[in-house]
Structures are given as C-alpha cells and as structure tokens.
C-alpha cells in the first residue's frame, strides 16, 4: 500500500534541511520518519492476527528500501540488459535522482521471508482478508504526521549544531 501526505506550511524547516549536506539531510528526515512511525507500526502489531504470534513479532519498521523497491528494480532492470554493476549502480542513482520525493522514505511492515503476510492481508480464495497494516496505517496516519512535525525541527537543529562543532574543530586545527 502506498499513502501520500501532502503537508503545506513548512517551508522554514525546508530552507533549514537545505543547508544541510544532503546526507545530513536525509538522515534528519529518516530519524523523525522513524520516530513518527512508531504508533502505526504499535497498531499493526496490535491488529496483527495472533494464531501462532509469528507474524506479530515479524512486524518492523525500517529506512531500508525493501525487496522489490523501485530503485531496486532499476539497478535489477540494468543487470539484466547485460551492463556492468557500475552501469546498474549509475541507472539506479539516476532512477532516484528523478524521483526526489523518494528523497527519504520509511517503511512499516512485515520482513521478508514470512510467507503468510500478504495472504492474511489481502486473504486467498479460501481464507477471507484480515488486514492489519492498511487499518494501522488509515489510523494512526494524523498522530505520525504530528509526530513527524514535531521532530524535524529538534532533528535539524541537532545537526546544525555538530555541522557547527565539526566546522569550529576544522578551523582549530587548520
């Protein structure tokens, strides 16, 4: 499942993240995406059938792209037309250069390798669906974008501060 959340009103914390090196950037938002996804990952673990508990303790939340992502799929794509992992590498950057609201992205769900995830989520033929992330996700939605608001800010000025302390030990010594 794939949710946007268009927020408006923040463009003093964007100015701030662009002052920051681009990874700085990126780990900022990572860290607070985190963060804000605690409560929908709490309520999927919550809603989570709990017939043997395996799916349940499976539930995680992580910056990692998983499986199948679409970078992914690009380097892959790359590989299979014969180029070389350097070429695979470079489409992939390009892939997420051209996809800049992929800029920095969590994800909340089950690891790989436990086969009845996807089955309990959507059901099959003769097992009905009994969802527990998309209903974690349409309801604690509103509770992580607050989260989310209110760590950015503390994020940023947080690693202002090192970029500070790092630039000031610089000049120190040179």
């Known amino acids: 499942m794939k949710v946007k959340v268009r927020v408006e009103g923040l463009r003093d914390l964007d100015a701030a993240l662009a002052e920051l090196n681009k990874a700085t950037a990126r780990n900022v938002l990572q860290r607070a995406l985190l963060k804000a996804a605690d409560p929908v990952h709490q309520e999927a673990v919550r809603l989570a059938p709990e017939r043997s508990g395996v799916l349940k303790s499976k539930i995680r939340k992580s910056a990692r792209k998983p499986k ?13 037309r014969g180029a070389t992992r350097r070429e695979a590498a470079a489409a992939q950057r390009a892939f997420n250069r051209e996809n ?8 909340v769900g089950v690891e790989e390798g436990v086969a009845q995830a ?3 989520e959507v059901g099959t033929a003769k097992h009905p669906p009994q969802p ?22 503390p994020e940023i000025e947080k690693a202002a501060e090192r970029a500070r302390k790092r630039a000031l030990k610089k000049a120190a010594k040179g």
């Not at 199948?68 to 299979?80: D, I, L, P, R, V």
């Not at 800049?100 to 994800?107: C, G, K, L, N, Q």
């Open 100 to 107: 800049p609201a992929r800029f920095a992205e969590v994800f």
């Open 118 to 120: 996807w089955p309990q």
């Open 68 to 80: 199948g992502h679409q970078s992914k799929a690009a380097f892959a794509a790359a590989m299979k």
């Open 132 to 153: 527990y992330i998309r209903p974690a996700m349409e309801a604690k939605w509103g509770e992580a974008l607050e989260i989310m608001k209110a760590e950015v800010r």
